[in-house]
C-alpha cells in the first residue's frame, strides 16, 4: 500500500515562492511518472507538472517558468518549487503517479495567494 503525503504549502503574496514536498512510503517502483496536481475550488484537478524517472519534466502551460518539479528517489520524495506565485495559483496540491491505475490520493496541501 502505498501512501502519499503532500506538504510545504501556506499562505504567501503574489510574487512569492513556496516549495512543496510529496514523501512517498510503501512500494513505490522509482520508475513511476509522478506527477503534481492541483484543484482549485469549483475545478477539475488538473496536472501541472511531471517528472519521469529518467527526469524529463513537462509543465502546463500556466506554470511553465515559474514552476519546477524534481524529485529524490532515494528519499522517495517528489518536489515542487513554485516561483512568482499568482492569485489563480490557490489550489489544493497533490502528488500521484501519471499513469493508471494511481495510488489513493493523499490530503494535499493547500496553497493560498492573496495580498
Known sequence: QVQLVESGGGLV?????LRL???????????????WYRQAPGK???LVASISSFLSTHYAESVKG??????DNAKKT?????????????AD???NKVSVPQF???RGTQVTVSS
Open 21 to 35: 514536498s510529496c514523501v512517498v512510503s510503501g512500494s513505490w517502483i522509482n520508475g513511476d511518472t509522478m506527477g
Open 93 to 95: 496540491y497533490y502528488c
Open 104 to 106: 489513493d490520493w493523499g
Open 13 to 17: 503574496q503574489p510574487g512569492g515562492s
Open 66 to 71: 515559474r514552476f519546477a518539479v524534481s524529485r
Open 78 to 90: 517528489v518536489y515542487l518549487r513554485m516561483n512568482s506565485l499568482k492569485f489563480e495559483d490557490t
Open 44 to 46: 477539475q484537478r488538473e
